[in-house]
């Protein structure tokens, strides 16, 4: 399917190219259309503010998530519109605190690893609840301004260092959730 459609992309561009009669410059009433209201939707989409202040509520909801040894961000949350799908917001984390710079200079033993191991698989529940509630969170928020047909996605990649056991513990966790409603579904990878 994707080779078909490059393959008629390349032909339009091809036949585009080719010399031809000279097109004439759209009416004036066209070419006077603001650019703001240019291939817009009926319904406005959310402003950036309104963007940026989920992301640092997602932000404070995974900073919480363990508790007195809360799982890391790793770069702020990010978030998005796109018009005709619904709200996509994403984040970096690690499930659980891990010796950071430190590390590369002395070895972690086998009893260090399976203690930080031992404690994301705790965490890895609650932040799965934690994503799960964003999700319903960002469905219900009125200042999305989501149409009825609109998803929300939450993703979250887990973090893990090079010298990890990662046994049992997923690459990321995925929440979608139609804006009308419905059960969240999870995808953990």
Known sequence: MKLIIFLTAAGLMSASAQPGPTKQAPPASIAAK?????????????????ILSLEKEMDGRISATGGGDPCQIWGASRGTYVTGMGAIFTAEVELAATPGAAAMFQTIGPEMKAKILKNKQAHLPLLEQTVREMALSL???????????DQVVVSVRLWYRPWEDKTGLPGQIVARLDHRGGTVKMEVQ
């Open 34 to 50: 603001p650019a703001s209201t240019m291939g817009t939707a009926d319904k406005s989409s959310p402003a950036l503010p309104t």
């Open 139 to 149: 469905a219900a928020s009125p200042a999305l301004k989501l149409a009825d047909s």
